[in-house]
């Protein structure tokens, strides 16, 4: 009731606006009993079993790191020449597709391109192009198979690029040959070898490390027919070859000469 300036009184009717909608129904998760060993509620049961999986992981992956050291290579060296750079092991498989022919030089791009940009680009576009309410591989054969073809072409490839790294490694580091053998080991121009750091690139054995062996390099051809000198011998200690940098000796006259005598004496048996 309401009263005017008069002090009648009327009466005031409420007018309810029908576009206002009536929320009576509850926001409740599906009742997923109907649907037995179908699907789950994301939270807190498939979260939960993601956790699970995931500490499991960590558990393991932690205990490997504190039982076993990463390995490291050698400390960088620029006059290496026989270090073979790699990338890292899970894009292996990418530097060896580059190595094949119709994925390098002109085709460079589909290598680079054409074919990381399919790979990843299924992986992405496969939830929707792949819309069968399935959860089991076998009742999804399409996607499962092209997920197995890929794998597999992925460990192929790193593989791959793995044994042929080791083999390029193994055969640029060389192998004293069965006929031939270090003449005068217990001269002094060995432990002048030693001493001026000769044998880190050119090995023990004068195999040849990171750079080229020595064995037989008294008599050793230069080009085609003429032998290599004890001259030109004693101009590559001097001013260095290739990646061997100049100034490497850092003995006396006296002593260089006692090295080159000691090389001349390695020639081939």
Known sequence: MAHNQDGNQKQVHYVGDSRVRVNSKEMLPPDYSQ??????????DFLLKEWMVAAVFLVGFMTLVMAESPPLGDIADPTNTGFL??????????YQLLKYKWAAGPFISIGIIVVPGLLFGGLMLAPFLDTSKE??????PATTWIAILSLLGVIGLTWA????HV??????AGTPAKDKKIVAEQDKGYELYKKNACIKCHGDKLQGVQGPPLLGVGDRLK???EKLTRKEIEHVID?????MPAGMF???EADKQVLLDWLMKQKQK
């Open 167 to 172: 083999i390029q490694v193994t055969s640029s």
């Open 135 to 140: 959860r089991r591989p076998l009742k999804r």
């Open 85 to 94: 750079p790699v990338p890292d092991w899970y894009f292996l498989f990418l």
């Open 35 to 44: 649907f037995p060993g179908k699907t789950e509620q994301f939270f807190p």
């Open 250 to 252: 850092q003995g006396s």
């Open 223 to 225: 080009g085609e027919d």
């Open 239 to 243: 001013n260095g070859r290739g990646a």
């Open 161 to 164: 690029a793995e044994a042929e």
